[in-house]
């Protein structure tokens, strides 16, 4: 019996156990939306913007280390996915996009809607064709996912409009299964990387992404070289909770322990991290960088010592070579930094904090209108989220006060534009984080900025009943650009957000909607939150001129930060 174009594509995603397609239905992709309403396990999920069906596509693909699928239709449906294709790109994680084409006669004549996909996803995939007869598949969907799961990224695939329903043979299934393996540095380069952290004095190990299926492995190494682990963002999921040699994070949204770790190191040890920020990266040390990635090896700072291969064997082959180090005292001296700052910030962030001697000082001069602070929100949120929640963040201040106030403790997960830098990510992030595990807690951390740019796709968390709890960190302002600018010494302008009242908006909705505008009052609301099934936005209005001091705080941003200050007072009227 054969089958069509559409059906072959759907049932292979299927046998690879795919069990969501999120995008926007349109005419070119009627056979595709098809074949899912009739498939036995894969479910259609329409989203409000093809940009945030690609967001959820990769989240998944993120959470399940396996292929995220979404779709867009002809021209402008198909441009919309880009953005989140490219932060899928930028994670390293795979999907393929489906992109609906004008019938195929029409290919080049500037037809209506017409887009040149090919070139229009030229630079965020790592493979992309157009389907040109049915005779082609299912060998092209074979190349194109196997291509984005092996090197974990994003495949394209164009289909014209009058493909998706032409008929193929029923003796040609698709066949995308692909077997990873691990890669160990060969012995002559693991004697040499040994040897330079014997003998290289004082170790600060830098902790990515990349390690996080290596954990006891990486521990045991922190604990055999008395290494202080300096973490990335992406490593707090993985190696933040009970972990005695974490130090937390360095660069703008880190702490000085980090910064003292790194700067007091004779040798760095850096695992499966990326980490872009040269200016953070201290200058005359030695340098052993671990990655499976050869070509990001040496691209952010000089190394000495470079291996090609995977973060768990290369580990272990580093235990065989080491002896336990007696002396601890950099790792102990970090910690004990590290300890105190934390201790400093549970201040900052305690509920009564504002009604001490400092905090009534402080308010005096950063918050005159006693709004919520946004680290009590966060700490607050920390201490009711469950120990295996999934946390989305949107790009910004939200992502700070989640760095910060937020452990990854047990198997709580973590998510967010953190190499595009996108707006908007978190909330379309939740939806697919929730889609994969209905029962599994679900928080995303949102500006009020990112959640207006997609504030359409809270009508898909409400049409999908999804029980994710989003918290709106509402200052009334695009935060993050607004701090870029005092340090710059400019005066604030253009961030400020006219928002509405969002918990209203999700009440319209069908949503439940909370909205906290008093410290005295957070505590219930968050407590609230938690406790109502189903979907619930909490609205908090936090202080804006609230502080994210940098792990390194220079002279420079001190005055530039005073400068805008003074400029603020005397062009606002009747100052602030």
Excluded at 40 to 64: D, I, K, N, P, Y
Excluded at 377 to 392: G, H, N, P
Aim: charged share 25%; net charge negative; glycine share 10%.
């Amino acid at each position: 019996m054969s089958r069509t174009v559409a059906r072959v594509m759907i049932d292979a995603l299927e046998e690879l156990g795919v069990r969501h397609v999120f995008g926007v239905v349109g005419d070119a992709l009627n056979p595709f939306t098809d074949a899912v309403r009739a498939s036995g396990s894969v479910e259609w999920v329409g989203c409000r913007h093809e940009e945030a069906a690609a967001f959820a596509a990769g989240a998944q693909s993120q959470l399940t280390d396996t292929l995220g699928v979404c779709m867009g239709t002809v021209g402008p449906g198909s441009v919309h996915l880009l953005n989140g294709l490219y932060d899928a790109a930028k994670s390293g994680t795979p999907v393929l996009a489906v992109a609906g084409q004008v019938p195929l006669a029409e290919v080049g004549t500037d037809y209506f809607q017409e887009v040149d996909n090919d070139l229009l996803f030229r630079d965020v995939a790592v493979f992309r064709a157009t389907v040109t007869s049915a005779e082609q598949m299912p060998g092209l969907l074979e190349i194109a996912v196997r291509t984005a799961i092996g090197r974990r990224g994003v495949a394209v695939l164009t289909v014209p409009g009058d493909i998706g329903d032409q008929e193929l043979p029923a003796d040609r299934p698709a066949r995308l299964s692909v077997a990873g393996s691990a890669n160990r540095p060969d012995d002559p380069v693991l004697d040499e990387a040994a040897d330079a952290l014997r003998d290289g004095g004082k170790v600060t190990m830098l902790v990515g992404r990349g390690a996080r299926g290596a954990r006891e492995d990486v521990l045991a190494l922190a604990d055999r070289l008395a290494a202080p682990m300096v973490l990335t963002l992406k490593a707090k999921e993985g190696f933040e909770g009970d972990n005695p040699y974490q130090v937390g994070q360095t660069g703008l949204i880190g702490n000085p322990a980090a910064a003292h770790a790194m700067d007091g190191a004779d040798t760095l040890l850096l695992l499966g991290t990326d980490f872009p920020y040269r200016e953070w990266y201290p200058e005359g040390k030695k340098v052993v960088q671990v990655d499976r990635v050869a070509e990001h090896i040496g691209r952010r700072v000089p190394v000495d010592v470079a291996l090609a291969a995977d973060v768990g064997p290369t580990v272990r082959g580093l235990l065989e070579r080491l002896e336990r180090r007696k002396d601890r005292e950099h790792l102990d001296d970090a910690r004990e930094k590290f300890g105190t700052w934390q201790q400093g910030q549970q201040r900052l962030a305690a509920p009564g904090h504002d009604r001490g001697l400092i905090g009534k000082v402080r308010s005096a001069f950063d918050n005159r209108d006693h709004l919520v602070r946004p680290e009590a929100l966060a700490a607050a949120v920390d201490v009711l989220a469950a120990d295996d929640a999934v946390f989305t963040s949107d790009t910004g201040m939200a992502t700070v006060w989640l760095s910060r106030f937020v452990e990854m403790r047990g198997s709580r997960r973590l998510l967010g534009s953190y190499n595009l830098g996108s707006m908007a990510n978190a909330m379309p992030q939740a939806i697919g984080a929730q889609l994969l595990d209905p029962d599994r807690q679900v928080v995303a951390f949102c500006g009020d900025g990112g959640l207006g740019m997609l504030l359409g796709d809270l009508m898909t968390v409400r049409s999908r009943r999804l029980p994710v709890k989003l918290v709106v960190f509402d200052n009334q302002r695009l935060g993050m650009v607004k701090l870029e600018q005092e340090q710059a010494g400019l005066p604030e302008f253009g961030t400020e957000l006219d928002n509405p009242d969002f918990a209203a908006v999700a009440e319209a909705l069908g949503i439940t909607g909370i909205r906290v505008s008093r410290a005295e009052d957070l505590a219930e609301g968050v407590s609230r939150a938690f406790a109502t099934p189903g979907p619930v936005l909490l609205d908090v209005l936090t202080n804006p001129e609230e502080i994210a001091v940098p792990a390194k705080p220079t002279i420079q941003q001190g005055w530039g930060f005073a400068i805008a200050k003074i400029r603020e007072n005397l062009t606002s009227p009747g100052g602030r």
